[in-house]
């Protein structure tokens, strides 16, 4: 009998650092065991163990520190060259890109197989303070609704795809990243050194240091949280550009801040380490203050390893996650404690520093850390309900099968499956 051509998958993305939207890549790219994949970036950072993937690097940063119009026109000019060049060589049935810059690239270089553009991210949140905003979001709405097909991180994505950007809604499509539940399970599971260091009572939240990820806003409000429990630690797990800002703030808080695990402190900032899913294990509360979300990979971890969970009801992703019974239409009252976790108001996107006095929001916050710290007991049903929440919307084998249902119908020319509210 005749084997059947293996399809041919091309997937781009902007590097292979430590962010979400590369793990999840990368995730796929290896799940994808039927396919010939070739994962292709445009930077040569890569944080992760890519084991045998074939890999192709563009060696082109479109986004280079230059602030220079002209110069960031003529790379992206030379990286459609590169990109169109490797597509056309590798010969892709379909092209996955994820991304903002990478879908951009993936649409307007089409001829080689279908492009399918995976949208990570609140576009309408996530355009709003550049100073290009304007002309971002004329490109996504004149590029986009030319792809083959749009697959959204979440359905509060979608949701922001259709109301503000036009899409047509047979053109976007949800679909949860893949998490691998049982191997999370084991190195959740894997001795934890640092448990009599960080004592009883401590929070934990993992994330890039950037502006999207509220980190100093929680710093603030854990400041008031330690007036009523005194040896509450935080742990800040991630890197990034405002790691400096981070630490001073930390310091001018009155707290003692290392980037060590070793040594006694209040605040730890140790960067990335190998595995976060100990962390998430055995932290008193799982802080997720982020300004805007497309879903929150770590969050979603979180509540698979059995945290106990604080999180933002930003737009969009965490809502879906902690209360899937509420409507993301619906006004609700926060702080909102669902059998999941507890939602939060979301923290103002204005830096501020030791000085200004606490916003209401960021009280709500010191407040119910301070709850939770003080009872913890009360997150144990969290715990095990969060768990088993994840186990049947993220598993890893639905979500690949999710993904093959888009590669053939954007192959055969049929439209996908209708979407269903809610789903």
């Excluded at 960031?72 to 991304?99: K, N, Q």
Aim: charged content about 25%; aromatic content about 8%; glycine content about 8%.
């Amino acid at each position: 009998m005749t084997r059947e051509k293996a399809r041919r998958i091309l997937l781009l993305t902007y590097s292979l650092g430590g962010g979400g939207a590369e793990r999840t890549l990368l995730n796929l790219a290896q799940r994808f065991d039927r396919e010939d994949v070739l994962v292709v970036s445009f930077s040569d950072r890569v944080e992760y163990d890519l084991g045998d993937l074939s890999i192709e690097i563009l060696g082109v940063d479109p986004l280079s520190s230059s602030r220079d119009a002209a110069a960031r026109a003529r790379r992206m000019v030379e990286v459609l060259r590169r990109f169109a060049s490797v597509r056309a060589h590798f010969a892709p049935d379909v092209c996955v890109s994820f991304g903002f810059w990478p879908n951009l690239i993936n649409a307007m270089t089409r001829g080689d197989g279908r492009s399918v553009l995976s949208v990570r991210n609140n576009l309408s949140t996530l355009l709003g303070s550049d100073r290009f905003a304007p002309l971002y979001r004329a490109m996504v709405q004149c590029v986009f609704p030319g792809a083959d097909h749009i697959v959204s991180l979440s359905r509060g994505v979608r949701q922001d795809l259709l109301a503000s950007f036009h899409m047509p809604p047979e053109l976007v499509t949800p679909i949860y990243n893949p998490v691998e539940i049982g191997r999370l399970e084991a190195l959740a599971s894997e001795p934890f050194p640092q448990r009599e260091l960080l004592g009883e009572r401590w929070v934990v939240t993992v994330g890039r240091m950037v502006e999207q990820k509220g980190q100093w806003r929680l710093l603030r409000a854990f400041a008031r949280t330690r007036e009523s429990v005194p040896d509450a630690r935080l742990v800040i797990l991630g890197e990034g550009a405002l790691r400096e800002r981070l630490e001073a703030l930390a310091g001018d808080l009155g707290f003692r801040v290392s980037r060590r695990l070793d040594e006694v402190a209040d605040v730890y900032m140790p960067g990335f380490v190998s595995n976060p899913y100990t962390f998430m294990r055995h932290a008193s509360v799982f802080a997720f203050p982020s300004l805007w979300e497309g879903l929150g990979n770590s969050l979603v971890e979180a509540m698979a390893c059995g945290a106990s969970v604080c999180v933002s009801d930003c737009k969009h992703g965490p809502r879906e996650l902690v209360a899937p019974g509420v409507s993301l239409e619906e006004d609700v009252t926060l702080p909102l404690v669902t059998p999941l976790g507890t939602l939060m108001p979301t923290p103002d996107r204005a830096w501020a520093d030791a000085r200004e006095e606490l916003s209401s929001v960021e009280l709500a916050w010191a407040r119910r850390l301070t709850e939770m710290l003080l009872d913890p007991t009360r997150g144990d049903a969290n715990r095990d309900a969060a768990r088993a929440s994840m186990l049947g919307r993220f598993d890893v084998s639905e979500i690949v099968a999710q993904w093959r249902s888009v590669f053939v119908s954007v192959n055969s020319g049929a439209p996908m499956a209708p979407h269903r509210k809610g789903s």
